[in-house]
């Protein structure tokens, strides 16, 4: 049984570009949420999706988006790359009216030059 | 959403018992308390989770007092690998599908583990 799985697991992009990462849940799992990362610092939360809809977001701009597949997994996109956008991006799954156990995959590492 | 507070850091040897304290004295009525555990360059992993007074698994256990404003996250005979960091976090009880993944994670507790 896989676990969360994320693509690609490192990305070097220049600023004003747009990024695509990708996640794929747990088996059994429906919701997915997104995670940044800085270094030094806790994973921050950027959005969830359930049911192919934006349920909750953090504090983070209209650049970052999302989109969630009827399989489950989930895109996250993130146009006019900023320096600042550098991090580690964390994907998590879960069951929606489960307990909140999060399961996370390995995450992307993003770096903006 | 409650926010937790804990130590930024924290030493230890190898064999020791590592407990590490959160507070989070505005926890609501209806969150449990997770502890997750993070390798450099990895997403974080689920350790153990509770509601009140004490939760025991194969890999750590977790005392709430009465009053659920802080819990300890007690770590028997701790290893090299156990070298990581320690968050805590509070969040809604299952069931309520809408907080999940909403999950506020503070910078962790930094363990560090020495021969």
């Known amino acids: 049984d896989a676990g969360v799985t994320q693509s690609p697991t490192h990305l070097i992009k220049t600023r004003g570009q747009q990024v695509t990462l990708r996640c794929s849940p747990k088996s059994g799992h429906d919701t997915v949420s997104w995670y940044q990362q800085a270094l030094g610092q806790g994973p921050q939360f950027i959005f969830q999706?359930?049911?192919?809809?934006?349920?909750q977001r953090g504090n983070f701009p209209d650049r970052f988006s999302g989109h969630q597949f009827p399989n489950y997994s989930s895109e996250l996109n993130v146009n006019a790359l900023l320096l600042g956008d550098s991090a580690l991006y964390l994907c998590?799954?879960?069951?929606?009216?489960?307990?909140?156990?999060?399961?996370f995959g390995s995450g992307t590492q993003l770096s903006v030059l | 959403l409650a926010k937790t507070t804990q130590p930024i850091s924290m030493d230890s040897y190898e064999g020791q018992e590592v407990n590490i304290t959160c507070s989070h004295n505005n926890i609501a009525t209806n969150d449990y308390i997770t502890w997750y555990q993070q390798f450099p360059s990895q997403g974080p992993r689920f350790i153990i989770q509770g509601y009140k007074t004490k939760v025991t698994n194969e890999v750590a256990s977790l005392f709430i007092p009465a009053d659920r404003k802080s819990s300890t996250l007690s770590l028997p005979r701790v290893s090299l690998s156990d070298t990581a960091v320690y968050y805590c976090l509070v969040g809604d009880s299952r069931g309520n599908g809408g907080s999940q993944g909403n999950l506020i994670f503070g910078k962790g507790t930094k363990l560090s583990v020495k021969p």
């Open positions: 999706y359930y049911e192919e809809e934006e349920r």
């Open positions: 998590a799954s879960s069951v929606t009216g489960g307990n909140e156990k999060l399961f």
